[in-house]
C-alpha cells in the first residue's frame, strides 16, 4: 500500500514524520530543563535531544525562565522510521445513530428506558465532559443522553467517592455506567479507576453493567486494561455514546 | 505562606498576594482564618455553594453573610464564582446568567458591609470558538460587566471549557482573552494555561503563561481609552440585550423570592430545594433569646443597621 504524495514515494514500512519534505523525520519539541541559562545549558539542550534519537537538530529559542530553569523550543530530524503495517489498533465498531432511531432502537430491542448514572469520581472537580454528553443541551448541537425518551439518567455530578456510585447503581438498577476523568500527570484518574472497578467486582454489580469511561485523554484500550467496557476520548458527541450503550446492550440482551 | 511571601516581595520590591478560598460549610470559619493569616484574596460566592455544590440554602445565605461581615472588616477581596454559570450552561445563551449574579453578589456583599472596590465580581471568556464574532460577544460581556459596575475589581476567568488538546490554538485563545481583559479594563486576570484539559500545568506552561499576558497587556495597553464601540452597534446592542435578560430574571426573583426561584432553576439551570443540600442540620431558626456577640460586634463595626 506504498503511495506517491505529490511526486515523492511515501513507504508504509518505513514512515516517518513530515515537516516540509518526505522523510524529513521533522519534529518540533519544547521543554524545560533545570538549569541556569547560559552556554552550558544550550549545550545540555542539545545532548538531551540527540539522546532523545535526534541526529540532527536547531534549538531556535531558549529562554531564561529564572531561578536556574530554562526553556527551549527545538526542531529536530530523525532517522528512525516504524513500519505502519505491523500496528495493530483496538476500536469498537458499532453504527451510530440519531436521536429518534436509538429512542426507536430501544424501545423495540429492550423495550424500557436504559438506566444511566453518570459521575466524575473522587478528586475530580471537572464536569464538562460529562455534562456535554449527559445534560439536555449536549454538545456541538448533538443533544445530551437526558433528552432521549428511553433514557433515565441520573447525574452525579464531580467529586463523587466511588462507594456512592456503586451504591447509585445499586439503588437506580443501572443498565451503563458513565464515568468521566481528566487525566493528570500524577495518573490519578488510574488509581481512582482501578478503585472503582474494584469495588464493582466486590459488591457484585460489574457483571450485566455496562461501564464506561470519557475523558480527553481517554483511549479504548486505556479503559479496557483497566476492566472498563470502552472508553471515549475528546470530540465524543453524545449520539455515540447513546448509541453504543443501545446497541451493546440489545447484544447482550439478545445473548441471554 | 504569607511570611514567605512577604520575604520574596521585599526582594521583589512587589507586594504579592495570598489567595485562598472561603467557600463549603465553613465560610465564616475560613474567613476568620484568612483574617488572622492576612490573605488579600477569598473566593466567596453567595451562591455557589448552592447551586454546584448542593449545599443547603439558607445554611449558604446564612454563612456567605458571616463570612462576609469577616472579610469586609479584614480588606480582604472576594472573587465571585460566576464563570462556573458558563461552564455548565451556554456562554451566549445564559450570559444574563452572569450579569444577575454578579448584581445578587453585590447586593449581598453590600448588606455585609463590604465596599465596592473589595468585590471581585466574576466572569469569564467561554464563548465556542468556532462561533462567528464570537469575539464580539465576549468584549460585549466584558464591558458591560466593566460599565455596570466601575467601582468593584473585576475577575475575569480564561476559556477552559473549549479548551483542546492543540495547545497552539489554545495558546491563540488566551491571547484574545488577554487582548479582550486590556481593552476592556479588567482588573484580576486569571491566566490561561495552553495545556489546560490536558495536565496540571507544567512550569513552562505557567512561563508562557505570563509571558503572553505581559507581551498584550504591554502592547495594547492603552487600546480602551483610544477606542470606543460604536453607537447603536453589534457590541453595544448585545450588551443591552444581556442587562434586559438579567434585569427579566431579577424581576421574577424578586416576585417569587430568591430561594423560589433557586428552586425553580432559574440560575445555571440547577434546582435546588430549600429544604435539601449538605449542612441543613446546622440550620435553626433563632429564637428570641438569641445573641451573637461576635456578630453584634461585627455589625456595629461596619454600621450596619439589623431589623429586629
Known amino acids: 500500500m506504498s503511495e506517491f504524495k505529490g511526486n515523492v514515494f511515501i513507504d508504509p514500512k518505513q514512515l516517518t514524520s513530515y515537516g516540509d519534505a518526505a522523510n524529513d523525520g521533522a519534529v518540533q519539541l519544547s521543554f524545560t530543563l533545570p538549569i541556569p541559562y547560559g552556554a552550558l545549558a544550550k549545550e545540555a539542550a542539545k545532548v538531551f535531544v540527540r539522546n532523545l534519537g535526534f541526529d540532527t537538530l536547531d534549538i531556535v529559542s531558549m529562554e531564561d525562565m529564572q531561578e536556574g530553569y530554562t526553556f527551549f523550543v527545538v526542531y529536530a530530524h530523525t532517522q528512525k522510521t516504524i513500519d505502519v503495517s505491523k500496528i495493530k489498533v483496538m476500536d469498537v465498531s458499532f ?93 490519578l484518574h488510574i488509581q481512582n479507576l482501578t478503585k472503582l472497578m474494584d469495588l464493582l467486582e466486590i459488591e457484585g454489580v460489574r457483571k450485566g453493567l455496562l461501564t464506561i469511561v470519557g475523558g480527553p485523554r481517554i483511549s479504548y484500550e486505556l479503559a479496557v486494561e483497566l476492566g472498563y467496557d470502552v472508553g471515549f476520548g475528546s470530540g465524543t458527541v453524545p449520539s455515540q455514546v447513546a448509541s453504543y450503550i443501545a446497541t451493546t446492550l440489545s447484544e447482550r440482551a439478545e445473548l441471554t | 505562606m504569607r ?202 506552561d505557567r512561563y508562557l503563561a505570563i509571558l503572553n499576558a505581559n507581551y498584550i497587556f504591554n502592547n495594547a495597553r492603552l487600546l480602551g481609552y483610544e477606542l470606543e464601540v460604536k453607537k447603536g452597534g453589534f457590541i453595544e446592542r448585545r450588551a443591552q440585550e444581556v442587562l434586559s435578560q438579567a434585569l427579566t430574571l431579577l424581576k421574577h426573583t424578586q416576585k417569587v423570592g430568591l430561594m423560589n426561584a433557586i428552586q425553580e432553576a432559574q440560575f445555571a439551570d440547577i434546582s435546588r430545594s430549600q429544604d435539601g443540600g449538605k449542612g441543613l442540620s446546622g440550620v435553626h431558626r433563632k429564637s428570641e433569646g438569641y445573641y451573637n456577640p461576635v456578630l453584634s460586634e461585627l455589625e456595629r463595626r461596619l454600621g450596619i443597621e439589623v431589623a429586629l
Not at chain 1, 441520573?154 to 487525566?183: F, P, W, Y
Not at chain 2, 491566566?191 to 490536558?198: R, S
Request: aromatic share 10%; proline share 2%; charged share 20%.
Open chain 2, 3 to 204: 511570611q514567605a511571601l512577604d520575604e520574596i516581595a521585599a526582594e521583589q520590591k512587589r507586594y504579592i498576594r495570598l489567595t485562598n478560598y472561603a467557600s463549603g460549610l465553613c465560610m465564616p470559619e475560613i474567613a476568620m482564618m484568612a483574617s488572622w493569616e492576612g490573605l488579600d484574596f477569598l473566593l466567596n460566592d453567595s451562591m455557589y455553594g448552592i447551586l454546584f455544590r448542593d449545599i443547603n440554602m439558607k445554611r449558604t445565605f446564612v454563612d456567605q453573610y458571616f463570612s462576609r461581615l469577616i472579610v469586609a472588616l479584614s480588606g480582604i477581596t472576594i472573587n465571585t464564582g460566576e464563570d462556573n454559570y458558563l461552564t455548565t450552561s451556554d456562554a451566549i445563551e445564559k450570559a444574563y446568567a452572569v450579569t444577575a449574579s454578579q448584581l445578587i453578589n453585590e447586593a449581598f456583599a453590600k448588606k455585609a458591609g463590604m465596599k465596592e472596590a473589595y468585590m471581585g465580581l466574576g466572569h469569564a471568556f467561554e464563548i465556542d470558538p468556532a462561533i462567528e464574532n464570537g469575539f464580539l460577544y465576549e468584549l460585549a460581556h466584558a464591558l458591560l460587566a466593566r460599565e455596570l459596575f466601575p467601582n468593584a475589581t473585576l475577575k475575569y476567568m480564561p476559556p477552559t471549557k473549549f479548551m483542546t488538546g492543540n495547545v497552539f490554538k489554545g495558546y491563540a485563545m488566551n491571547t484574545l482573552f488577554n487582548l479582550a481583559s486590556v481593552f476592556t479594563g479588567q482588573d484580576i486576570q486569571l491566566l490561561g494555561m495552553l495545556t489546560e484539559a490536558i495536565h496540571t500545568p507544567y512550569l513552562q
Open chain 1, 95 to 187: 453504527r451510530v445513530m440519531s436521536r429518534e432511531e436509538t429512542d426507536d432502537f430501544i424501545q423495540k430491542k429492550i423495550g424500557r428506558p436504559l438506566v444511566v448514572v453518570g459521575a466524575t469520581i473522587e478528586s475530580d472537580a471537572h464536569t464538562v465532559g460529562l455534562d456535554a454528553i449527559l445534560n439536555m443541551k449536549g454538545y456541538h448541537g448533538d443533544y445530551g443522553l437526558e433528552r432521549y425518551k428511553m433514557f433515565t439518567v441520573h447525574n452525579m455530578g464531580s467529586q463523587v467517592l466511588c462507594e456512592e456510585v456503586v451504591r447509585k447503581v445499586k439503588e437506580t438498577k443501572a443498565d451503563a455506567l458513565l464515568i468521566s476523568q481528566i487525566v493528570t500527570q500524577k495518573n
